[in-house]
């Protein structure tokens, strides 16, 4: 599903993100990227839905190489790819139903795909009843399963997540790994980065610890994980 074969990205002599980056993601999978902050997990991430190139090695995506992928061809590749960010990233002038249907909209769906498949993700990531809120009137917790909702509209084959909990407190934490482990259940792979230990135990899957750019643990069998 997804490999990583020899991939350093060096941004200058003094920044060197990631340095002889090999592992693979199987399809299903649901794996932990862990690591302090700067280690070089978001950057490993971006270059899963083509948001950064390595300067070294290949990315390949369903035995697809997209290191080398056009730029016209992105949207394409990442509607096979669902993301989630810490912050959201909503838009607080339109609803929560126009939030997701508006990533239907810039790739094309039709209105009565967007009729239908919206509510169909909503009761998904239990938000059915906050179809027609403004994204400002919902709490933490709710404005990152819109998140989640959006990201798997396309219904995405992976999805991707940077620190999705780093703004919840505890409570909608747990809810939102939950979420996450129930689309991982349904087939969808999912990459988790996160700093938190507590993230990590909850998920309990296989964990891949990066420092200083460099993968020094892979650990595939579950159990607690101390950081």
Known sequence: MIFFDNV?????????????????VKKGEFISIVG????????????IFAEEKPTKGEVFIKGRNISK?????????RRHIGVVFQDFKLLDKKTVFENVAFAMEVSGRS?????????Q???????????????????????????????????????VADEPTGNLDLVNTWDIIQLLTKINQYGTTIVLATHD????????????????????????DKGKYLI
């Open 8 to 24: 350093s990205k060096i941004y200058n002599d003094d920044s060197v993100a990631l340095k002889d980056i090999n592992f693979k």
């Open 69 to 77: 992928i056009k730029n016209n061809k992105l949207p394409i590749l």
């Open 197 to 220: 230990r507590e993230i990590v135990n909850l998920v309990n899957r296989r964990v891949v610890t990066i420092d200083n750019g460099m993968i020094t643990r892979d650990q595939t």
């Open 36 to 47: 302090q902050s700067g280690a070089g997990k978001s950057t490993l991430l971006k270059m």
């Open 111 to 119: 209105d009565l795909d967007i009729k239908e498949d919206v509510p």
């Open 121 to 159: 993700v909503l009761e998904i990531v239990g938000l059915s009843d906050k179809i027609n809120n403004y994204t400002t009137e919902l709490s933490g917790g709710e404005k990152q399963r819109v998140s989640i909702a959006r990201a798997l509209v396309h219904r995405p084959d992976i999805i």
